[in-house]
């Protein structure tokens, strides 16, 4: 199977303690929508900001490269690899 490229995007908001956590992310049909939902997700009264990547890969072997960021939205931390 050739390589399939997912487009998603992703919430963060802080949590109790003040911690930045990942929300729930959703698949989108292209990079365009992709940036789209995260602006939007990035207004909701709850986030503080999200993302938009892309991940390709084969999923029948489970093996997908590393994911691209392809922007993000709002107040987030300069290193999201450690959240």
Known sequence: MPDVTYYVAMPFRRD???????GTAEECQSST??????EAMSRLPDNIGAIAFSRSG??????FSDARLLHTFGELPDDLGEL
Request: net charge negative; no cysteine.
């Open 58 to 63: 084969d999923p029948l072997m489970g093996e």
């Open 33 to 38: 929508a992709a940036l789209r939902r995260a």
């Open 16 to 22: 109790e303690m003040g911690a930045v956590i990942p």
